[in-house]
């Protein structure tokens, strides 16, 4: 076996081993999706015109 055989099976196995790594399934790329569309502008997600959250613990 010479040495681009050898390289070139090596790429190979590790395309073949990396990429489930980064395959992401399709409920992780629809919850993405989602957040990304309903996000405000100014990167918050929620009503707009809401300053302040108030909660049971903070009062």
């Known amino acids: 076996m010479n ?3 050898k390289v070139l099976l090596s790429v ?3 395309i073949v081993i990396v990429t489930p790594i980064h395959a992401q ?3 992780v790329t629809n919850g993405l999706n ?3 569309t309903t996000q405000n502008p100014d990167g918050s997600w929620g009503e707009e015109d809401c ?5 049971p613990l903070c009062q």
């Open 3 to 5: 040495t681009a055989t």
């Open 25 to 27: 399934s399709p409920e």
């Open 12 to 14: 190979l196995l590790i």
């Open 34 to 36: 989602y957040l990304t």
């Open 51 to 55: 300053a302040v959250i108030y909660t």
